[in-house]
């Protein structure tokens, strides 16, 4: 064998990630610090996603809409804790057409601010609720050490935005999406994720509880990939959403926020790829099934075309590579670093055998397949190769959560990585002493009863299981 | 009849068009100068119009990409006549994360800089060519007379960039996509337009030539609703975009734009709508018919159920309208402004004659269909209407659209509206003395061959066929 093209995992997980996107052309670095480009490869996986998350938010009764991205600076400041938390991160426009502006703009770091401005406009009745939109678009947040997919300073994204009349209602909202975005992870991403209800000190900057769903890396660390937040009354109060209900009383109205964005795409690559580069979920893979033509022979080309137009008929996105200019083994190293769930391989041999070979992406296993059952085989590996990535998703995790009741164990713990199951008390200061002393943070409150009656951090008494360790 | 509930065309054209932008819930302005909110009904007529689109683009063999919005300000100098044109018009950003920035960062105006920079790594063979890339993105152009769709500070759209080995391919893919834009907008937005060249004066800063798709809106004005441009070596030198070609000699490839814009979102407004709102064209109308449900009744229910469900299963977008409560005049006037192509009427009355009563938005005539024959014959009233829609905008503007020979009847005819087919030199001095005589512009040329020996501006001796008239 050739030498690797990619930092094995084991050597160097960071330098492996960075190979990876780079070989398999899905992002790059963009001119300005913390920006990013996103190669066609890895656009096409985005399009995917967007897809099958859009028919899901929409399948909930939200619609989409357009905001602009310029924000007037006074419109952040009519929420304190949000502009406390956003402030340091903020991008800001102080010209335009030439001129200086009287008063800046500031980038979306996100869109609470302008959408409750207009929430309050288009919300009168209890006629009007609830109110469900969404943005896809994309943001800005200044980042000190940026990382691509993983933290950009802009990135893409969707946000939805929703107002109820009860805060009852937006609790039952934020439960939704939440579920929406499990579901999505687990079906079309692959990917087994936790959720559970962020501690006070990675809360969302306005909202009243922050529900997470947390995925573990194949390096021990967590990513956040995907949140809802219950804003209860903060935002229709400083933005004055009131509307009148059926008794011809005005009240507040609750509101709700939830996003998932092109930080997705870091996850999926860091829980399923591998020394070889990318294994996508078939659900996102551009090309599902590759039919690598071997060989220049009209008959090879012939039967090439043959298989990929039996696989198109059913719906399986395939693509013939009929590079046969290129060797072999570069094109198989190429697919399989893009991660194409299938390869059927055929040449001038195959053919006179009556047998394609074909390749599996996840485990690399080669098996042979009759000809005219070469299509129905590769797009039959399809579902298995989807549920055998979320089924090693899920055990990988659940190998690698480990429970814990001594400070010690935890420290010791979240320096191998992993996620650790512990009593936590809830009490002031006691997440920064966490972090302190580990590390890592509390990824999510998985309960409210804990597992042990003194808390991790500090031996008071417990009152949550909450899951830590280190993240993205 | 109740009073109007738009300003009628004839008595305020932008009145009425502002009217309509507000009363069918399209759009309104944003906090900041210039900028704009896209509702859900504006917003999902951009996303059928994306969808069409898109699917015409992919199929030139175009992949689609994103590049950050921020480009450093030396990026755009990099190109001169680029820089000239476009400095007026920018968005800078001088702060980021609490710091001034060392070198402002400008929101992309459009893209071809932080592209072309791409390009010249990326692009190193022959093999690597044409590089066909395309972004759905925002753009960033400081508006001082800004108005929804047509002339916003942030606006949405699609940009492609191209590179090819040769200039005679550039001109290829120029035209290419030209003719995709020009039957995007007969087929899709049921709209006729004129194409052509643009004169030097109207040219995309940087391009060696601009071609483009005009439109002509009820009022009698012109509007540019794409454009295609053959950018030569100029960004390619720039840029030093280089490639090996097949003798092993280094040379500067050729490159194109193209684009078009939520803009086209207000052009389809201005020429299918009338004084009682929007006219859609079927194949962009979130909702094709509208089963307008008239009394509670369980029958009445049922029956447009069945309705709806047969259109549905028809591939018709269908939308049954229940809203009982409210009253019949308001839920029609409101799918009216809305511009939805069909309704269908059914209550107990229409029940027990075994007949409904359907409605055709573009030409409002009514006519009544059996019960069990109304989702069919609904159905076959679209590709009616959006033919219909068509020849209506052809046929206005062919009426429209003038010979003149001299500079009196021009200017005359400029005042009161419409096209001006005219004989032009090309000499320097001539557009700018022909907008100062007449407050119009060349919209584009449309023949090398001039249809009288003299220019219409300047009396020399003419060189081209163009079209003049006034522009949004």
Request: include cysteine; proline fraction near 5%; glycine fraction near 8%.
């Given at each position: 064998?050739?030498?690797?093209?990619?930092?094995?995992q084991?050597e160097?997980?960071?330098?492996?990630?960075?190979d990876?996107?780079?070989?398999?052309e899905?992002?790059?670095?963009?001119?300005?610090?913390?920006?990013?480009?996103i190669?066609?490869?890895?656009?096409?996986i985005?399009?995917?996603m967007?897809a099958?998350?859009?028919?899901r938010?929409?399948?909930?009764?939200?619609q989409?809409?357009?905001?602009p991205?310029?924000?007037?600076?006074?419109?952040?400041?009519?929420?304190?804790e949000?502009v406390?938390?956003?402030?340091?991160e903020?991008a800001?426009?102080?010209?335009?057409?030439?001129?200086?502006?009287?008063e800046?703009l500031?980038v979306r770091?996100?869109?609470?601010?302008?959408?409750?401005?207009y929430?309050?406009?288009?919300?009168q009745?209890h006629?009007d609720?609830?109110m469900m939109?969404n943005?896809w678009?994309n943001?800005?947040?200044?980042e000190?050490?940026p990382?691509?997919?993983?933290?950009t300073?802009?990135?893409?994204?969707?946000?939805?935005h929703?107002?109820h009349?009860t805060?009852?209602?937006a609790?039952?909202?934020?439960?939704?999406?939440l579920?929406?975005?499990?579901?999505?992870?687990?079906?079309?991403?692959?990917?087994?994720?936790?959720?559970?209800?962020?501690?006070?000190?990675?809360?969302?900057a306005?909202?009243d509880?922050?529900?997470?769903?947390?995925?573990?890396?194949?390096d021990?660390?967590a990513?956040q990939?995907?949140?809802?937040?219950?804003l209860g009354?903060?935002?229709?109060?400083?933005?004055?959403?009131?509307?009148?209900?059926?008794?011809?009383?005005?009240?507040?109205?609750a509101?709700?926020?939830w996003g998932?964005s092109?930080?997705?795409?870091?996850g999926?690559i860091?829980v399923?790829?591998?020394?070889?580069?990318l294994?996508?979920?078939?659900?996102?893979a551009?090309?599902?099934v590759?039919?690598?033509?071997?060989?220049?022979?009209?008959e090879?080309?012939?039967?090439?075309g043959?298989?990929?137009a039996?696989?198109?008929?059913?719906?399986?996105?395939?693509?013939?590579?009929?590079?046969?200019?290129?060797?072999?083994?570069?094109?198989?190293?190429?697919w399989?670093?893009?991660?194409?769930?299938?390869?059927?391989?055929?040449g001038?041999?195959?053919?006179?055998a009556?047998?394609?070979t074909?390749v599996r992406?996840?485990?690399?296993?080669?098996?042979?397949?009759p000809?005219?059952?070469?299509?129905r085989?590769?797009?039959?590996?399809?579902?298995?190769?989807?549920a055998?990535?979320l089924?090693q998703?899920?055990a990988?995790?659940?190998?690698?959560?480990?429970?814990?009741?001594?400070?010690?164990?935890?420290t010791?713990?979240v320096?191998?990585?992993?996620l650790?199951?512990?009593?936590?008390s809830?009490?002031?200061g006691?997440?920064?002493?966490?972090?302190?002393?580990?590390?890592a943070?509390?990824?999510?409150?998985v309960?409210?009863?804990?597992?042990?009656?003194?808390?991790?951090?500090t031996?008071e008494?417990a009152?949550?299981t909450?899951?830590i360790?280190?993240a993205?």
């Amino acid at each position: 064998m050739a030498k690797a093209v990619l930092t094995p995992q084991a050597e160097n997980f960071p330098a492996w990630y960075q190979d990876v996107v780079a070989r398999a052309e899905l992002a790059e670095n963009g001119p300005a610090r913390g920006t990013m480009v996103i190669r066609p490869w890895g656009y096409a996986i985005w399009e995917l996603m967007q897809a099958d998350m859009d028919r899901r938010i929409k399948a909930t009764g939200a619609q989409n809409v357009a905001f602009p991205m310029f924000i007037p600076m006074s419109f952040l400041e009519k929420e304190k804790e949000h502009v406390e938390g956003f402030s340091p991160e903020l991008a800001v426009v102080t010209h335009g057409g030439g001129q200086e502006l009287t008063e800046p703009l500031v980038v979306r770091p996100t869109s609470e601010t302008v959408i409750n401005h207009y929430f309050a406009r288009w919300v009168q009745s209890h006629r009007d609720l609830p109110m469900m939109l969404n943005l896809w678009n994309n943001v800005v947040r200044w980042e000190l050490r940026p990382r691509l997919f993983l933290r950009t300073t802009e990135f893409l994204w969707q946000e939805g935005h929703t107002v109820h009349p009860t805060y009852a209602e937006a609790v039952e909202e934020t439960a939704r999406m939440l579920e929406v975005y499990r579901r999505f992870m687990a079906e079309t991403l692959a990917i087994s994720v936790v959720v559970g209800e962020k501690s006070p000190g990675e809360r969302f900057a306005g909202a009243d509880h922050t529900f997470t769903c947390e995925a573990l890396m194949r390096d021990g660390k967590a990513l956040q990939m995907g949140t809802s937040h219950n804003l209860g009354h903060n935002f229709a109060r400083a933005f004055d959403i009131r509307y009148l209900d059926a008794d011809g009383e005005r009240r507040h109205a609750a509101t709700t926020s939830w996003g998932t964005s092109t930080r997705m795409i870091g996850g999926m690559i860091m829980v399923h790829g591998d020394d070889h580069g990318l294994r996508l979920p078939p659900a996102i893979a551009p090309h599902q099934v590759v039919v690598l033509q071997l060989g220049d022979e009209d008959e090879v080309a012939a039967a090439a075309g043959r298989i990929a137009a039996e696989l198109r008929g059913a719906g399986v996105r395939v693509h013939v590579d009929a590079r046969t200019h290129t060797s072999f083994g570069r094109r198989s190293v190429d697919w399989e670093l893009k991660g194409v769930p299938v390869r059927i391989e055929l040449g001038a041999r195959e053919l006179a055998a009556g047998r394609a070979t074909i390749v599996r992406r996840d485990d690399r296993s080669r098996t042979g397949a009759p000809l005219d059952g070469a299509a129905r085989a590769a797009a039959g590996l399809l579902d298995e190769i989807q549920a055998a990535l979320l089924a090693q998703s899920r055990a990988f995790r659940e190998e690698h959560t480990h429970p814990v009741t001594d400070l010690a164990a935890l420290t010791d713990g979240v320096r191998r990585g992993g996620l650790f199951r512990a009593a936590w008390s809830g009490a002031e200061g006691s997440e920064e002493a966490l972090g302190a002393a580990t590390g890592a943070t509390i990824r999510c409150i998985v309960d409210d009863d804990p597992p042990a009656p003194a808390c991790v951090v500090t031996g008071e008494p417990a009152r949550y299981t909450v899951l830590i360790g280190r993240a993205y």
